[in-house]
DNA sequence: CACGATACGGAGCTAAGATTCCGTTTGTAG
DNA sequence: CTACAAACGGAATCTTAGCTCCGTATCGTG
């Protein structure tokens, strides 16, 4: 970000690891409202070290999630190899869920990802959206999905069964909210008890 | 809440009720991070006189979710007058969303209304629970519903279709969120062009 | 080893937004 | 019509959290 890597002083490149890794873990725990100075003390760094790295908090937040965000894509990519069409997009579905448990900051940017425009994340949006849409097109051609299902229904189920987890309403497992929403509450003709992934 | 409605000096009650108002809208506008100067100026008061009336931003919050509670705890009610088990649960599910449609604060509060422990609105929240339940029940004993769900699910159902309308990924539609959940997205087999609600 | 460049630390600055304080105004009982 | 309690207004205060500044420490090259 600031200079090339490898002209980085040693003991920089040690605090910028340490920091990215403090701020992983301090925005995955509580989210975005974790304070620089949390972050600083838990780096075991000075607040100004903090800030050569990272111009803004924005900044260091925007790497976080560009960092999980490639993660994510990956995760689709894998998710295409799944053969059977139907499990393919439940495969889709339930391991970017998973990718997303547990981290409260990747959670609220997940869900917000429409409105946010954080620099550098479109690309990998994209490369999400193509891989998503074709996972899509293979279920519904196969016939084991309703027809009109599309990517913006992804997303939208992202955003809800996301919610499930940052919220925590009545201690709800995500995981049952994929259920529901894959068979549909109204669906009285259950398959025997499939299990999804 | 401060002194009995009867004995407050009139203007006091005349700004108590525009207080309310205008938080009302603002809060619905754009979500609790209104200010409560803007509030102030919104009901044309200067600020001392809205913390004369609530002692705090979070109890003005409160009143204004207390006062939206109930209206939901009505809905409710009202829905349970559907004779046909399956619409009365689709009712309520739709007509809840539409109580919170449009309305910023509210959604966030009901997002996160399990963690946020409001003083006064447990009462609803049980009286709620009482008649959701009820509904559920007789969908569950009509058969048009699968037989494992719960008021819990509705409680993470409605935490996700309102999630859409406050992140709004992708522009997406809280019907069409509903939809999915009630058929699923692996019902190939749709009925012909069944309108929810 | 020495010295300049690079990086560090953290006190303190600043802005934003909630809340308080108190002099002034207004309603209303007598 | 008075008098005083009840309300009002909004400048000033307090608090929190992001960010800057600059004297000090450390790296790494010649």
């Known amino acids: 970000m600031a200079t090339d890597q490898r002209t980085l002083r040693s003991d920089a490149r040690r605090n910028r690891e340490r920091i990215m890794s403090a701020s992983r873990e301090l925005f995955a725990r509580f989210g975005p409202q974790v304070q620089m100075d949390e972050i600083a003390a838990h780096a075991g760094v000075g607040i100004g070290t903090v800030y050569r790295h990272f111009p803004t908090k924005e900044a260091l937040l ?5 960092d999980r965000f490639q993660e994510f894509a990956e995760i689709a990519a894998s998710a295409e190899d799944v053969l ?3 499990e393919a997009l439940e495969s889709i579905i ?4 998973e990718a997303v448990e547990g981290d409260a900051g990747f959670q609220l940017a997940m869900m917000g990802s429409s409105q946010l425009e ?3 994340i479109e690309e990998q949006k994209a490369a999400l959206a193509e891989i998503v849409t074709r ?3 293979r279920a519904c051609a196969a016939g084991v999905v309703r027809d009109d299902f599309v990517f913006e229904d992804f997303a939208m189920v992202m955003c809800g069964v996301t919610s ?3 919220f925590k309403p009545a201690e709800a497992d995500w995981r049952r909210h ?3 929403l894959l068979h549909g509450v109204c669906s009285v003709t259950r398959e ?5 992934v």
């Open 192 to 196: 025997p008890e499939r299990q999804v």
């Open 118 to 120: 954080w620099e550098g």
């Open 62 to 66: 925007t790497a976080m999630v560009r």
């Open 164 to 166: 499930t987890m940052y």
């Open 178 to 180: 994929v259920e529901l």
């Open 135 to 137: 996972i899509i097109a």
């Open 94 to 97: 339930v391991r970017s869920a």
């Open 84 to 86: 059977d069409p139907r």
